[in-house]
């Protein structure tokens, strides 16, 4: 299933945190994100911070910009404003932060841009906003705490003032703004207009100022610094224990008397100043003074155990480096390892919020400065929308593009036409169920009758489909790829298959038609697909993979030549070992993990920089851990098949390969259950059936 803003198109024209923050937002939830940055520089956050991890990208810049593509433009010159202009035409979604005027000293304020594309919805986030007298002065998060009065309440009384470490006003700011534009895209889809959208960091402190504002115009007084504690009730705040600090709330009439009663001050209550939240809020000093010694007569974990216990909110004070390994931030998967070409892998703060049938997804790393900007030219450029010379592109080099057919739109294949069409290539099609071609046409792709008719169409045939028999079919049968009335130059087979069929249909294919082939199995899912970041683990002959390798480099983030024809079809096999048995591995280890009742959502965090440590630990187990396996990234028969294809690889070879065996007899045991068409990750409910067969359940 898509995810709830696939289709929406976000230009991201913003630098530091509210704007990029506010477009992450977005991306996270699917939109096609793309950040416009000065050359050279970029985005300044890229320079900000201290520290560095590999590159030189800041870490600050790498939390804000996942799921981002970033191309490079100098907004000052008319032909980058062309560019500019040329994708505002497909946008749904611009965020801008600059100081008011200046969007359109450069000739890209709302006015502007709404004159080209109606429906555009441009959102302008500022230190003030665009009206008033404060709208020209610079500003940033400490300049909205400070004027809208969060700075003068922070902290504790008669102390410096102390801001937010957290900032507020900058990420208030971006999530304003990111309700405000899908709110305009729903009123949108009545008016069919856009709007603009005025969002500052003033207002967004402000708003956020609800108890404080609320104590003002209730009371007349102004709010003051309360330190930890709370306008609303009390005892609500941090008190100390034997052994240090820890907070309580006691939010209610109800919550307190189960407090007394763990204190065992029932006394209290009968002290009129204490009795009600009011009384208790007037002298919510007196109050702790009065709770501090019997506080101070234990320890945190005895309090908090007690009142926990009771239903009393309590908590300990975490730091940092404990809050992001607690048991609630594994369990709720916080903290993910996002890769990136670069750095290689990072730690990032996960989804705040879960979606069940559409979750998130870590779809793109932060990007590189310009690092799309070629492939967004090119998809201009195929939708008519920038001359091939502004994408670098001669007329005569658009024309030369090969024309490419495409046979298998399944899973990946869908993913991968998709791309091919975005990059602006034409594509022909075919697929054995006629109904699946419907997830394409609609895109631009044009149907075919026959893989001999694909053929006929296109410079490059690229195939897809699930077997080795199938691949024999679609190249060798009576109207197969063979029996074209023009061949195609190359041939570029995805699928997975017996590497010894491989070479034997490659050699009557270049016997009959001259056409060469490179076996080119992927890696990845279609995430990875649908955006150029896959796997290809190609074999062939070097001349045809240097043929085929600019537009690989344009499907796949990593492309190897393994060998010659046949070549790439081992390697996917020894990847398949690697992954069939470490689906298996990963399933027997949570079984473990729960059976022995330790901490099985934090595994991967502990084990994160050892010896066990994988990807399949970091990013598969945890999917398992949780059963979350709809909608399927790939299916259980698909997998079982690949564990066919290399138990036979090495029995040819004269291998006893005892460990590929037993993950070939596992899915045969999961397969037999009734779950071909189940997600290969939910191997783990094998697992589950026998140990309830024998009264051994999940624990």
């Known amino acids: 299933m898509a995810l709830p803003l696939a289709g929406i198109r976000v230009l991201d024209i913003s630098q530091v945190m509210a704007g990029p923050f506010c477009c992450m937002l977005l991306a996270d939830m699917g939109a096609d994100v793309i950040k416009i940055e000065p050359p050279g520089t970029g985005d300044s956050t890229r320079q900000s911070m201290g520290f560095r991890l590999k590159g030189a990208d800041s870490p600050g ?176 705040q941090a008190v100390a224990a034997s052994d240090g600090w820890f907070v309580i709330g006691a939010a209610n009439q109800g919550l307190w008397m189960k407090l007394l009663k763990v204190l065992g001050r029932e006394d209290l209550q009968a002290d009129e100043r204490f009795a009600t939240n009011a009384a208790r809020i007037a002298n919510r000093l007196e109050l702790i003074d009065a709770m501090a010694p019997t506080f101070a007569s234990r320890t945190r974990q005895i309090w908090i155990d007690g009142l926990l216990e009771a239903g009393v909110p309590a908590a300990p004070i975490l730091d940092y480096a404990q809050a992001v390994v607690s048991e609630q931030a594994v369990a709720r998967e916080m903290v993910q390892m996002v890769p990136h070409p670069v750095e290689g892998a990072f730690k990032a703060l996960g989804f705040p919020v879960k979606l069940s049938a559409t979750p998130q997804q870590m779809r793109l790393p932060p990007p590189l ?70 997830t394409v046409l609609p895109h631009g792709a044009v149907a075919a009758e026959s893989p001999a008719a694909v053929a006929a169409a296109s410079d490059i045939v690229m195939l897809c489909v699930l077997h080795m028999q199938a691949v024999e079919r679609c190249v060798l049968a009576p109207d197969g790829i063979a029996a074209a009335a023009s061949a195609p130059k190359l041939v570029i087979d995805f699928s997975t298959a017996d590497p010894e069929g491989t070479r034997r249909v490659a050699a009557k294919l270049k016997a009959l038609t001259g056409a060469g082939w ?21 074999g062939g002959d070097p001349d045809d993979f240097e043929a085929a390798k600019p537009l690989l480099g344009q499907m796949a983030g990593n492309v190897t030549l393994m060998g010659p024809v046949g070549a790439g079809q081992t390697t996917k096999v020894i990847n398949q070992a690697i992954v069939g048995t470490g689906y298996v591995l990963m399933a027997e280890a949570l079984m473990l993990a729960e059976a022995a009742g330790i901490d099985a959502a934090r595994l991967p965090q502990c084990l994160a920089g050892g010896h066990a440590d994988s990807s399949l630990l970091q990013r598969l187990y945890p999917q398992m851990q949780q059963r979350a396996f709809e909608p399927p990234s790939s299916y259980a028969r698909q997998l079982l098949k690949d564990l066919k294809a290399v138990s036979a690889f090495a029995q040819g070879l004269g291998l006893d390969l005892r460990v590929i065996e037993q993950g070939v007899q596992r899915y045969k045991d999961y397969v037999a259950l009734g779950h071909e068409m189940s997600d290969s990750a939910a191997v783990v409910k094998l697992y589950e059936h026998e140990a309830a067969s024998r009264g051994k359940g999940r624990p």
């Not at 930890?228 to 009730?233: E, F, Q």
């Not at 008519?384 to 024309?399: I, M, Q």
């Not at 495409?406 to 091919?420: P, T």
């Not at 490179?518 to 190609?538: C, E, H, K, W």
Request: charged fraction near 20%.
């Open 61 to 236: 810049f790498l939390a804000l910009n996942r799921n981002k593509r970033s191309i490079a433009l100098d907004l000052k010159s008319e032909a980058d404003r062309a560019v500019l202009y040329a994708l505002v035409k497909t946008a749904d979604i611009l965020i801008e932060n600059a100081r008011p005027g200046v969007a359109k000293r450069l000739g890209m304020d709302y006015e502007t841009l709404k004159a080209l594309n109606p429906r555009l919805i441009f959102a302008s986030i500022s230190g003030f906003g665009q009206t008033g007298p404060w709208s020209q002065r610079p500003g940033f998060d400490l300049i909205a705490q400070a004027v809208s009065g969060v700075l003068s309440a922070n902290g504790l009384p008669g102390m410096e003032p102390a801001k937010n470490s957290i900032p507020v006003a900058d990420l208030g700011a971006g999530l304003f703004t990111t309700y405000a534009v899908l709110s305009a895209v729903i009123g949108r889809q009545t008016s069919g207009k856009g709007q603009f959208v005025d969002a500052s960091l003033f207002e967004a402190a402000l708003a956020l100022s609800v108890w404080e504002t609320t104590e003002l115009w209730g009371t007349g007084r102004t709010p003051e610094p309360i330190g930890s504690a709370n306008r609303m009730s009390a005892p609500y």
């Open 369 to 438: 400065l310009d690092q799309h900007g070629p492939e967004i030219r090119q998809e201009l450029v195929a939708r008519g929308l920038l001359a091939p010379e502004a994408a670098g592109l001669t007329a005569d080099a658009v024309a030369a593009r090969p024309r490419i057919g495409f046979i298998g739109i399944g899973i990946m294949g869908e993913a991968m036409v998709r791309r091919l069409l975005d990059l602006g290539y034409s594509v022909t099609v075919w697929n054995l169920e006629p109904e699946r071609l419907a």
């Open 518 to 538: 490179i076996d080119a199995p992927v890696s990845g899912g279609p995430q990875l697909a649908r955006t150029g970041q896959m796997t290809v683990m190609a």
